[in-house]
C-alpha cells in the first residue's frame, strides 16, 4: 500500500497524524520518487511523486521529514508546500492543461497593476511608479501591450495580448504553469508572475502587489491581518520561486 499525499489516515481538525519514520529519496522511471518508510507516496490520482531534478527530491524529502515534528505529531497541507506545487505539475496540469492556461488568462483582465487610483494622489504616484515599468517589460519580453484605466470599472485587454500571453502560456512547461499557478493568484497579477518566473526578487513583488495596502498603512496604522496576509504573500512565492529554481537544479 502506497501513501497518498493528501489522502493520509488519521485526519484530525488539526491535521494528519504523522504515520512514517523514515523518509527517503529512490530512483525510479529516471527520476526521483520520495518514499515514506519504503512506500511511494502517491498523488490523489495515484501518480508517484517522482521529479526529474535530485535537488528538488532531496527538497520533498526534507519537507517529508519536518512535516508532523511537533509534540502532536499532526500536519497540515501548509507544511507541505513544494509537494503541493509538485502535485500540480506531475497530475493536474497534465489532465487539465487548456483549462489552466485559460484560468491564468483571465487574470489579464482583472491585473491589479492595471487598476489605479483615481484620485491622483500619492497612491496613483507610487502605482505608477512600481507598475509602470513591469507593464513596459511585459510589452518588450512578450509583446503584450496592457491598458490601464482609474477606478474599479472593468477592463478587457485587446485580442493581441490575450493571444500572445496565451502562446507563452501554451509554450511553458508543466512546472513552469505550475509555479504561476501559485504566484498568479497570490499576486493578484498574471504580469507579476510572469515576473517572477523572469526571476524578479519576491520582494520586489510583493512590495508591487501591496502597494495600496502599505499605503493604508501608512496613514491609519499597522493591520495586523493586513500584515499576516502579505507575510503569507512572501511565503507563498517564496516557495514558487525555490521549486522553480530548484526544477533548474541537477
Known amino acids: 500500500m502506497s501513501a ?14 504523522r504515520f512514517w519514520k523514515q523518509v527517503q529519496l529512490v530512483p525510479h522511471d529516471g527520476g526521483f ?19 526529474p531534478s535530485r535537488a528538488l527530491a532531496e527538497a520533498l524529502v526534507a519537507e517529508w ?49 492595471c487598476y489605479r487610483d483615481g484620485a491622483g494622489g500619492k497612491l496613483a504616484q507610487q502605482q505608477a511608479t512600481l507598475w509602470d515599468p513591469w507593464l513596459a517589460w511585459l510589452d518588450k519580453t512578450y509583446g503584450a501591450t496592457f491598458r490601464t484605466t482609474l477606478g474599479v470599472m472593468p477592463i478587457c485587454q485587446s485580442d493581441q495580448a490575450l493571444q500572445a500571453l496565451g502562446a507563452v502560456m501554451e509554450s511553458m512547461t508543466d512546472a513552469q504553469l505550475a509555479v504561476l499557478g501559485v504566484a498568479v493568484p497570490a499576486l493578484g497579477s498574471l ?23 502599505r499605503q493604508q498603512m501608512a496613514v491609519w496604522g499597522q493591520d495586523t491581518e493586513v500584515t499576516d496576509r502579505i507575510a503569507r504573500m512572501q511565503m507563498e512565492l517564496e516557495t514558487a520561486a525555490r521549486f522553480e529554481a530548484l526544477m533548474h537544479q541537477a
Open 65 to 113: 521529514q519536518a512535516a508532523g515534528q511537533t509534540a502532536e505529531g499532526y500536519f497540515t497541507p501548509d507544511d507541505l508546500p513544494l509537494t503541493g506545487i509538485a502535485g500540480s505539475m506531475l497530475e493536474r496540469i497534465p489532465q487539465a492543461r487548456d483549462g489552466v492556461v485559460q484560468s491564468l488568462l483571465a487574470y489579464a483582465n482583472s491585473d491589479l497593476i
Open 4 to 17: 497518498n499525499a493528501t489522502g493520509l489516515p488519521g485526519r484530525t481538525p488539526a491535521g494528519r497524524k
Open 33 to 51: 520518487a520520495v518514499h515514506l518508510d519504503g512506500r511511494s507516496v502517491r498523488l490523489p490520482g495515484k501518480t508517484v511523486l517522482c521529479v
Open 191 to 213: 504580469v507579476l508572475g510572469l515576473a517572477l518566473l523572469g526571476g524578479a526578487p519576491v520582494e520586489e513583488l510583493v512590495a508591487c502587489a501591496t502597494v495600496d495596502e
